[in-house]
């Protein structure tokens, strides 16, 4: 069943370093593929249902937002506005965003409005009398054949009015039925809402068939409406609808387009919320659709539901640790594309290529090496020969996103900028047709993108024009991306602009910048939690010691640098090596830099010791051969730490070791592939050269 079509009448109806990529376009709100194999669009808006307190200020605020027409339609229709402080008391309680309650609050008072006219009965009588009293008087004088031809003339306009009298008998049924549902919207029951609609389809079809046939339209409506408004209650109406359509199923066809419907619909709302119960409920559907919609049988619609099981697993995966749920994304959607072949449903294939990539991408950031994310590139690359922008405009935009992420995350991997450029590249194609005004929270997505790779460029460029840049595309990014709609997009992009204000907070004097970044890292960690998203919380308390380490190497004392330490520290118990090598080895440098910092200000040797062991237990992982960048990094790190132990210490070994460590570093940090860094490791080299030669002559 493909999800478009008319509303039934109202009758009727991480960075490698520092940086988390965003979720992909197809994988945090990719297309799905409906019971008839077409290809739908979906919505990233999301809505979290967060309590707040109801003060009158808050109420005249809301009530404002309505138009003088609504008002005066709402006053002559004889709705009072006790009525609409009510509507205004439920909406604030239900909705925090103040412009999604608005919009809310309109829609209530229309519904409102709308109840209060078909409350005017009109008066309905009967002719029967009138008509018997006619025939009595021709009978009485014997003319028979005129009495009965009165009987006959009557008969045909009692069958007239009776066929008015049963059309408008539905339609009261219809209208009251109608008015229960929009009680059942102003209350937000979504299933005594469901209830109603289901009855409004059984009044007008009497045959089983097309009774389930019409509810699943109507599930459809109801579904596209809340998608593509990001109106959650619509959503948790479809999926109502959904199980009431289960449950009337009549056959394995029908029982299992009822199951992939409500895969959908639950698969589009747990996108929106910040728990896992909405995704495992449609990894559930899709499992349970699979054993009626066989491969043998109906091959097609057996690949679209392997494909949407997939995105249901895919966003399970990006939300847990490890990658088992990503590998079995990989397999459904591999699966997926023995039917969903190029030459039988060339866009079908294209939109499982582009969701393969995201999984593939997905799990190579989890990996070491980069094999999964070529891997990725190249379906992104498949994906685009047949989604092109003439054809399929917003879904180009989509894959041109998600190949800029892959890109982003291999750039990330390599020496040079070449990658990282590509992907900036692709960002801005995509940002010509996500534009804020037709895909407010795509656009949001990719500005948030952009930002990721703009920071990364910045942080291997001298000056800080990319990386102004980027904290004005992180920006942008949050006038769309706000908590009470998408938390963890909002979460994301908080942790991603602390990343670039710190970069600029470390080449800048002062601390302002800085300070702006730990608000933006604890203000991510409010939803980033370690019981919702482990990983993610890791990272962001990581990139927090980040902060808290050049905060406190500007200040005295050691407090802010202690703070760090102990958000590295706790970063590591989910950040492990047997769960992901580079992360870990990230952390374990960054846990030697501030342990190296602290050294520094303390007597004797034992933190300088622990930093040394810290920069080792990274080069571990971060070899020369997987990441040459962080190699490199780490090896000038390590070389500081062995610098400040030489200057401690009586001999010259340690400042040996460290020369070693930074001439090992240059080897990678050239003037062409990482100038800044480059200079700083020239720089270290040569303090430590020149303390080894005061050392010898002394």
Not at 166 to 186: F, M, N, P, T, V
Not at 247 to 252: S, W
């Amino acid at each position: 069943m493909t999800r478009t079509g008319s509303r039934l009448p109202i009758a009727v109806a991480l960075s490698a370093t520092l940086t988390a990529a965003s979720a992909p376009a197809a994988a945090r709100g990719d297309c799905e593929i409906k019971a008839d194999g077409a290809v739908g669009i979906c919505g990233d808006v999301t809505d979290s249902r967060i309590v707040i307190g109801t003060s009158p200020e808050e109420l005249q605020r809301l009530i404002g937002g309505l138009t003088s027409q609504m008002t005066h339609a709402a006053s002559a229709a004889g709705v009072q506005r006790g009525a609409i402080i009510e509507l205004a008391r439920r909406i604030n309680a239900d909705v925090p965003d103040y412009d999604r309650a608005i919009i809310e609050l309109r829609r209530a008072v229309d519904v409102a409005v709308d109840v209060a006219r078909e409350g005017r009965a009109a008066n309905r009588g009967s002719f029967v009398d009138d008509v018997l009293a006619r025939i009595a008087d021709k009978s009485k004088t014997g003319a028979f054949d005129e009495a009965a031809k009165v009987a006959d003339d009557a008969y045909g306009e009692w069958r007239r009015r009776e066929d008015e009298r049963r059309e408008a008998s539905l339609a009261d049924g219809l209208k009251l039925l109608q008015a229960g549902l929009d009680q059942g919207i102003l209350r937000r029951d979504a299933r005594s809402a469901a209830k109603r609609v289901e009855r409004m389809v059984a009044l007008q079809q009497d045959d089983r068939t097309k009774r389930f046939a019409a509810l699943r339209a109507a599930q459809n409506e109801w579904y596209v409406r809340g998608r593509d408004k990001g109106l959650n209650f619509e959503l948790e109406v479809s999926i109502e609808i959904a199980r009431n359509a289960r449950a009337q199923a009549g056959d394995p066809d029908e029982h299992s387009s009822a199951l992939t419907d409500l895969g959908v619909s639950l698969k589009t709302l747990g996108e929106r919320e910040s728990g896992t119960g909405r995704l495992e409920e449609a990894v559930a559907a899709y499992r349970a659709a699979l054993e009626e919609r066989t491969r043998e049988r109906v091959p097609l619609d057996w690949a679209g539901t392997q494909n949407n099981f997939g995105n249901a697993l895919l966003e399970l995966g990006w939300r847990e640790g490890g990658t088992g749920r990503l590998e079995e994304a990989v397999v459904a959607y591999r699966a997926a594309l023995e039917e969903h072949t190029r030459e039988r449903a060339p866009l079908q294939w294209a939109t499982t290529q582009n969701n393969l990539g995201n999984a593939l991408k997905t799990l190579g950031e989890r990996e070491s090496g980069t094999g999964r994310l070529e891997e990725a590139v190249a379906a992104y690359r498949a994906a685009l020969e047949e989604r092109t922008r003439e054809r399929v405009p917003l879904d180009w935009a989509g894959t041109q996103n998600n190949f800029g992420n892959a890109l982003l995350e291999l750039g990330r991997r390599e020496g040079g900028t070449g990658r990282l450029e590509e992907a900036v590249a692709a960002y801005r194609a995509a940002l010509e047709e996500h534009t804020r005004e037709r895909a407010p929270l795509q656009w949001a997505m990719t500005q948030n993108n952009l930002g990721n790779a703009l920071q990364t460029l910045g942080e291997r460029e001298s000056g800080t024009g990319r990386l102004e840049e980027a904290v004005a595309a992180y920006r942008a990014a949050l006038e769309e991306r706000t908590r009470e709609r998408v938390p963890l997009d909002w979460a994301m992009t908080q942790n991603n602009l602390g990343n670039a204000l710190q970069t600029l907070g470390g080449r800048e004097g002062g601390t302002g910048r800085l300070e702006e970044a730990v608000a933006a890292y604890r203000a991510a960690l409010e939803e980033y939690t370690r019981e919702r998203v482990p990983l993610q919380w890791a990272m962001t308390q990581n990139n927090l010691g980040n902060a808290l380490q050049t905060l406190g190497g500007r200040e005295g004392g050691t407090g802010r640098l202690a703070e760090a330490v102990a958000a590295y520290r706790a970063a590591l118990e989910e950040r492990t090596r047997e769960r992901v090598p580079l992360q870990w080895a990230m952390t374990q440098n960054n846990l030697g830099a501030v342990l190296r910092a602290l050294g520094g200000r303390e007597s004797g040797t034992g933190r300088l010791e622990e930093a040394v062991a810290a920069y080792r237990a990274a080069l571990e992982e971060y070899t020369r051969e997987r990441v040459p960048l962080q190699w490199a990094m780490t090896q000038n790190n390590l070389g500081n730490a062995l610098r400040v132990l030489g200057e401690r210490e009586g001999d010259t070994a340690r400042l040996e070791e460290a020369i070693a460590a930074y001439h090992a570093a240059l080897e990678e940090l050239t003037v062409a592939n990482a100038p800044h860094y480059h200079a700083i490791a020239s720089r270290n080299l040569r303090s430590a050269e020149a303390l080894l030669a005061e050392r010898r002559k002394g």
